[in-house]
């Protein structure tokens, strides 16, 4: 008795410290976000890319993807249209994004690509992905080939209306873990901040960070730059993907 409350303790314990770290927003009722389906898919297709970026330092190293002076720096655009459908493109990896369901219960998307990063590649890159009818909630799970190895990417996030003007600005995190032949390999904690346009352009900033396992090499990826159209048909985006290595601070 006394080892499944000292269980129960610990387990509740690590819960509010993981919670207290990412400073989560677990949302509550009222605080779902209005989600268009564009919106949904140009996260759908960036969260695509920077997993397989996640995938590709993984087998590579962080420091592979950095330029002179310890910094790597790379290019991303992101375009979805009011059916669902869509593209994005980091560096030189391409990723097509289409809508395959819609129901009562939510939605769900496919993504296919392939491409490289700094000379590095992904090949046969295949993703499903689905929101809750709510929009509040992102699985996704995608399967790709790296150097002729198989690497699986695996993510949840929670989304929320958080700004002061309702339904302006969506926040979201969420956990991702990297495999290799199915085999977990890193864990990464991601987090976006999202504020629609409002006659002006919108800004998107998103923060994907390597929290497992522990090195020196951890990645950091950032993404902050601003959005036109979001909820209204056209979306698009277009920035830098900036990528840092070793432990993260804060």
């Known amino acids: 008795m006394k080892l499944r409350s000292l269980s129960a303790a610990l387990v509740m314990a690590g819960f509010t410290a993981v919670s207290t770290q990412a400073n989560a927003g677990f949302p509550g009722v009222g605080d779902v976000p209005d989600l268009k389906t564009p919106e949904k898919a140009a996260f759908v297709v ?15 190293d962080c420091a592979n993807f950095l330029m002179p002076g310890g910094t790597g720096y790379y290019n991303i655009k992101v375009e979805t249209e009011y059916d669902g459908s869509g593209y994005g493109v980091l560096d030189l990896l391409e990723m097509y994004v289409h809508k395959t369901d819609s129901s009562n219960k939510g939605d769900l998307w496919e993504v296919t690509g392939d ?20 929009g509040s909630i992102l699985w996704g799970s995608a399967d790709m ?37 199915r085999y977990p390999r890193a864990k990464w904690y991601q987090y976006s901040y999202y504020e629609r346009d409002n006659g002006s352009d919108g800004v998107i900033q998103w923060t994907k960070t390597q929290i497992a396992p522990t090195s020196a090499n951890l990645g950091t990826m950032t993404l902050d730059t601003t959005t036109d159209g979001f909820g209204d048909g056209l979306e698009t985006f277009d920035g830098l993907v900036t990528l840092t290595c070793g432990v993260p601070t804060g």
């Not at 960036?46 to 590579?60: G, K, R």
């Not at 989304?159 to 495999?179: R, Y």
């Open 46 to 60: 960036a969260e695509s890319l920077l997993s397989a970026f996640a995938a590709l330092i993984e087998a590579y």
């Open 115 to 134: 491409g490289t990063i700094a000379g590095w590649e992904v090949d046969n890159y295949i993703a499903s992905y689905g929101f809750d009818k709510a």
């Open 145 to 181: 080939w790296i150097h002729n190895d198989l690497f699986d990417q695996h993510i949840i996030k929670d989304f929320w209306d958080a700004g002061e003007v309702s339904e302006k600005i969506v926040e979201d995190d969420g956990l991702e873990v990297i495999t290799k032949l």
